[in-house]
């Protein structure tokens, strides 16, 4: 899936949520989270206000959103583009961690698209089934 509103939530807006994470001891990035949430009247006063106490899951959740299903996929990405490589202040080649999730609510509409690009010495997958 693409980070385009259109392909998460066809004809809606989206209320768009880019968050770039850097390290304190290096001031190296270590995450890029992309989120993507089709808009809904109850998130309309986060463009002037914020997201709640700085959390898109609060604000979700304040607005009466709450995922109940979804899918996420994890990958390696051997290369980045060259964009999003300037933006975390790392080189094309470097390898990264990729996590994409998809949320819906109890009506299966989607909730938020989130993709995370990752520092792999720093974050990983855990599953426990």
């Known amino acids: 899936m693409d980070l385009s509103c259109d392909a998460i939530a066809p004809g809606s807006d989206c209320l768009i ?3 770039l994470r ?4 290096t001031g190296r990035a270590v995450s890029l989270e992309r989120s993507r949430v089709p808009w809904r009247d109850a998130l309309a006063r986060v ?5 709640t106490r700085g959390s898109l ?7 009466g ?4 299903s979804g899918e996420e996929r994890a990958n390696v990405l051997t290369s980045l583009p060259p964009e999003t490589a300037d933006l975390l202040g790392r080189t094309a080649t470097e390898p990264m961690l990729r996590l994409r999730r998809l949320t819906r609510d109890m009506d299966g ?4 698209y989130v993709e995370s690009i990752l520092d792999p010495d720093l974050f990983g997958l855990h599953m426990e089934f």
Not at 22 to 25: K, N, P
Not at 65 to 68: P, T, Y
């Open 57 to 63: 899951n609060a604000t979700l959740a304040e607005a």
């Open 65 to 68: 959103l709450s995922a109940v």
């Open 17 to 19: 949520i880019d968050r």
């Open 47 to 51: 463009p002037s206000d914020g997201l």
């Open 109 to 112: 509409a989607v909730v938020e």
């Open 22 to 25: 850097f390290r304190v001891e």
